[in-house]
């Protein structure tokens, strides 16, 4: 298999960091500096928002909450700027700023296929399934005259297995991610649908 991104490393971040995390103000500065693309910037809050909740219904203290926001908000944001480079620019920023590495591990497994580097932990696998469905739902979203308003997951369903539709989502990459998280498709996408983070961008 070839990747397209391969970080060819295996190691992220010095554990000596864990427990240091930037506030959700300093995140959303580097976010505002370095993306401009604003419906970038919306992926990934949506994202981040979805991590956020799952650490919530988990029961996650505060700090988690928001290792697992900052995750999600800051996963994608070298892709405006450094499209060829993503992920390792903004790995390699938040290892200058002795970030916790498991915010950074999380970021580097996002993508198996195009990275090389697997989700091992429980925010690892979550960060990957919410990336892909998180966007997946948005699209949905958009093409519906009422938006969010009564997406159900039959129909929902239906245009997963329609290829033309949002075809650069990965179908493939969605069943790996379910699997690898040990939750179900359906049970995912109810999930977005109900913490999903609303917008027309
Ligand atoms: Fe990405
Ligand atoms: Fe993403």
């Given at each position: 298999m070839?990747?397209?991104?391969?970080?060819n490393r295996t190691?992220?971040?010095?554990?000596?960091?864990?427990?240091n995390?930037?506030?959700?103000?300093?995140a959303?500065l580097?976010?505002?500096?370095w993306v401009?693309n604003?419906k970038?910037?919306?992926?990934?809050?949506?994202?981040?928002?979805?991590m956020?909740?799952?650490?919530?219904?988990?029961?996650?203290?505060?700090?988690?909450?928001?290792?697992?926001?900052?995750?999600?908000l800051?996963?994608?944001a070298?892709w405006?700027?450094?499209?060829?480079?993503?992920c390792r620019?903004?790995?390699?920023?938040?290892?200058?700023?002795?970030q916790?590495?498991?915010m950074?591990k999380?970021?580097?497994?996002?993508?198996?296929?195009y990275f090389?580097?697997?989700?091992?932990?429980e925010?690892?696998k979550?960060?990957y399934?919410f990336?892909e469905l998180?966007?997946?739902?948005?699209a949905?979203?958009?093409?519906?005259?009422?938006g969010?308003?009564?997406i159900?997951?039959?129909?929902?369903?239906?245009?997963?297995?329609?290829k033309?539709?949002?075809?650069q989502?990965?179908?493939e990459d969605?069943?790996?991610?379910?699997?690898?998280?040990?939750?179900?498709v359906e049970e995912?996408i109810?999930?977005?649908?109900?913490n999903q983070l609303?917008?027309v961008?």
């Amino acid at each position: 298999m070839t990747l397209s991104h391969p970080l060819n490393r295996t190691t992220f971040g010095n554990p000596n960091d864990e427990g240091n995390l930037m506030t959700l103000a300093e995140a959303e500065l580097l976010l505002n500096t370095w993306v401009k693309n604003e419906k970038l910037v919306f992926h990934m809050q949506q994202v981040g928002h979805l991590m956020k909740s799952y650490a919530e219904v988990k029961g996650y203290d505060a700090y988690t909450q928001r290792l697992w926001h900052l995750s999600g908000l800051l996963h994608d944001a070298d892709w405006d700027q450094w499209p060829d480079d993503h992920c390792r620019k903004i790995i390699e920023e938040l290892e200058a700023r002795n970030q916790d590495p498991r915010m950074i591990k999380a970021i580097a497994s996002h993508g198996p296929r195009y990275f090389g580097v697997d989700p091992d932990s429980e925010m690892d696998k979550m960060l990957y399934a919410f990336d892909e469905l998180s966007g997946f739902v948005h699209a949905y979203s958009l093409m519906r005259p009422q938006g969010y308003e009564g997406i159900e997951i039959k129909g929902f369903k239906k245009r997963l297995k329609d290829k033309s539709f949002a075809a650069q989502v990965s179908r493939e990459d969605i069943t790996d991610a379910s699997q690898r998280a040990g939750i179900t498709v359906e049970e995912l996408i109810q999930f977005v649908i109900d913490n999903q983070l609303r917008g027309v961008v």
